[in-house]
């Protein structure tokens, strides 16, 4: 059936919307990668970099969709609505967290907003995606599930595996790959970080499956628009999978394992005076990071720059609200470990030999 | 030589230098190896011994554990890291249905000496994908041999001999260990034989059997214990499979009493084999029921509070030492009732 989301670039209203929900995501992760200094918060992952895949692409979903996220989820859950306190609190292991403080950073859920789960496990939510699609070619529901996956993931058979069958049964299922590795795939195998896969372009692992594929700069809100739009359409008019390789350059802070804000907190005025940038990271900033793109991009779509920093002071404040809420949260009663491992409280107590408090 | 002490995670990198370097067939396979892996127990591999020898690979588990199996059959002494052992659950087809029987389904006819080196446990609030205790899956597969360490010079020598074994040797590496320190030994009198359970504390009252980062919990719970008058003796199993049941039950019959303390969740797990083994050969000497502690039958929760909770602490197994010791000895009340 026909599908009313336009093709094409994002309407100029929506820039300034679209800014905020990149800001926050970023005022998020600075304000964690802080926290991470003081508080045992232990290995996460952050999405600086990437914001202009996740919230454009997103932001087109509607209710009912499903994303499945991985160890880089926080982006994903904050461009679809997920509270930040819930989620701050998640990644410390409190009682308010949006899963009750036992699933931490790597697995961030909420239904509610589209995320059943989001999984660690390189590649394992790929099938999964494609089973949900699949129960909603079943059951007559004209909804899309979304595999949110990085390059590496396509060096897992589960890949391979989970394409075949999107394939063969034209399931409403869209691959967005994240390629944060660009450059990478060109250098010697082995480089660190790097993907380390025999193919140049990554999309064309896609086309032997029939899968339309799409190679787009992934730090081009616009360009991660339109594909996304086309992508969806194609899903909601059961013409089958769609795959999207969007392509950013890493960001300087998530060279190594663990994610450090080298290149400090970003400036909304580096969009309007590319001068105030500081090396040694300037060209990571002025060529590469989405936010300054947007900042830009709203600019020249008419917004003030009092407007910009007045959205940023906002996502500012409301992140730094939440590492409060989060820091002063409970944690979690120690029954809380052996509830929900089944349905059924009974059968819960049988296998566990204890009754949880409710 | 003499022993120097150092961490864990270095003792298993001199473990690997030292046989990569008296054996050119040795190469080492995994995910960032040549960067050191998220611990570093790789570190510096690579500019010692080159690129060919110490490889990255994919985020291919399965494929990487085939390429070591076909690599070990054709001559190759393969050391593959599976970055945590969660996501050995990939491979297991590879490591189950071939490396483990290769050399029974062929009549003896092929050898797969294939070392994978698994970083296991809970620490440091990984969540429930990057800190299962899975040793009682690989320990039930005929054809593999599993070991743990506890201390820097059993990583060592462990690592060692299992690099040498004929065949396919599953080492866990609890990472909560890694940076803890010990002498180690370096050479070959160094190496520890792969099922050498080990009595790492003499005692009279009770056996405690442990492994991994429970022995040095175990050996905290006899510090407890002893304050209390109670001379507990700690077991560190080392190998898993094959197991060295013939020091457990000696000690087990000079004590009478036997605890069972590992991280992994009790159901199923290898404490109940080890209670087994004492109940069907060591039970005259039994005073009491044999106790097992063990994490509770759940994932492994984020929270630092429930993830700590979830790992037995010292406490948990010295009280259940005192309850093996609380129980009226079976053959006094006998006699008693006999009277
Ligand atoms: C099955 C599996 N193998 C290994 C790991 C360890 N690991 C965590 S993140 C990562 C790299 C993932 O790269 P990519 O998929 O490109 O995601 P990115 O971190 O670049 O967003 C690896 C190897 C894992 N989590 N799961
Ligand atoms: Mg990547």
């Known amino acids: ?358 | 030589m003499t022993a120097t002490e150092i961490r864990m995670v270095d003792a298993i990198r001199e473990a690997m230098r030292a046989e990569l370097a008296a054996d050119p067939s040795v190469v080492l396979l995994g995910e960032d190896v040549s960067v050191g892996g998220p611990f570093g127990a790789t570190k510096g591999l690579q500019d010692e011994f080159g690129a060919a020898r110490i490889r990255d690979t994919p985020i291919s588990e399965a494929a990487v554990m085939g390429l070591a199996v076909g690599a070990a059959a054709a001559g190759l002494r393969p050391i593959v890291e599976i970055m945590f052992m969660d996501f050995a659950t990939l491979a297991l087809d590879q490591l189950v249905n071939h490396a483990a029987k290769l050399r029974y389904m062929s009549g003896g006819q092929l050898s797969i000496p294939l070392t994978v080196r698994m970083q296991a446990g809970a620490s440091g609030a990984f969540g429930a994908h990057h800190s299962q205790s899975l040793e009682a899956w690989l320990a039930h597969v005929p054809g593999l041999k599993v070991v743990a360490a506890s201390t820097p010079a059993d990583a060592y020598g462990l690592l060692r001999a299992a690099i040498r074994d004929p065949d396919p040797v599953v080492v866990i590496e609890h990472r909560a260990l890694y940076w803890g320190r010990g002498p180690v030994e370096t050479g070959e009198a160094a190496i520890v034989p792969l099922a050498s359970a080990v009595v790492r504390r003499p005692g009279i009252d009770a056996t405690i059997v442990s492994w991994s980062r429970m022995t040095v919990t175990a050996l905290a719970a006899a510090d407890l214990l002893a304050a209390e008058g109670i001379q507990a003796e700690v077991i560190d199993l080392r190998g898993l499979q094959p197991m060295d049941t013939a020091t457990v039950l000696a000690s087990v019959r000079r004590t009478g009493r036997a605890v069972v303390a590992h991280e992994a969740v009790g159901f199923g797990g290898l404490g109940a084999e080890v209670a087994a083994r004492i109940g069907e050969d060591a039970f005259d000497a039994l005073r009491a029921p044999v106790e097992r502690v063990a994490a509770p039958f759940t994932p492994v929760p984020a929270a630092p509070d429930l993830e700590r909770a979830f790992v037995p602490d010292a406490a948990a197994i010295a009280a259940a030492v005192r309850r093996t010791l609380a129980r009226p000895d079976p053959r006094r009340r006998s006699l008693e009732e006999g009277r």
């Open chain 1, 1 to 358: 059936m026909p599908s009313t989301v336009p093709s094409g670039a994002l309407p100029a209203p929506q820039r300034l919307p679209q800014l905020r929900t990149m800001l926050r995501i970023r005022r998020f992760e600075e304000a964690l990668i802080d926290l991470a200094q003081a508080h045992d918060v232990g290995h996460f992952h952050v999405y600086i970099g990437q914001e202009a895949t996740g919230v454009p692409a997103l932001a087109l979903l509607e209710d009912g969709d499903v994303a499945y996220s991985t160890h880089r989820n926080h982006g994903h859950l904050l461009a679809r609505g997920v509270d930040p306190n819930a989620m701050l609190a998640e990644i410390l292991g409190r009682a308010t967290g949006t899963n009750g403080g036992k699933g931490g950073t790597l697995h961030l859920a909420s239904p509610a907003h589209g995320f059943p789960t989001t999984s660690a496990s390189v590649g394992g939510p790929l099938p999964i995606a494609v089973g949900s699609a699949f129960a909603f070619r079943e059951l007559g529901r004209d909804r899309v599930s979304v595999a949110l996956f990085g390059d590496g993931a396509l060096e897992e058979g589960a890949w391979h595996e989970a394409a075949n069958i999107a394939a063969l049964r034209q399931l409403p299922v869209v691959f967005l790959c994240e390629n944060n590795s660009v450059g990478a795939v060109t250098q010697q195998a082995g480089d660190y970080p790097s993907s380390t896969l025999a193919v140049g372009t990554l999309a064309d692992l896609a086309r032997p499956f029939g899968i339309p594929a799409a190679v787009i700069d992934g730090s081009d809100s616009d360009a991660v628009h339109a594909a996304m739009s086309d992508a969806l359409v194609r899903a909601r008019s059961g013409d089958g999978p769609s795959f999207i390789e969007a392509r950013t350059v890493r960001w300087p802070g998530n060279q190594g394992i663990w994610a450090e804000l080298v290149t400090g907190r970003v400036q909304v005025h580096y969009g309007w005076d590319a001068a105030t940038i500081p090396d040694p990271h300037r060209a990571w900033f002025a060529e590469h990071d989405p936010v300054v793109r947007a900042v830009r991009e709203a600019l020249a779509a008419g917004a003030g720059r009092d407007a910009i920093a007045a959205i940023d002071a906002d996502a500012t404040r409301e992140m730094a609200a939440a590492v409060a809420f989060a820091l002063a949260s409970p944690w979690p009663d120690a029954d809380e470990a052996f509830a929900n491992l089944y349905a059924d409280p009974r059968v819960n107590a049988l296998a566990t030999g204890r009754r949880a408090a409710k």
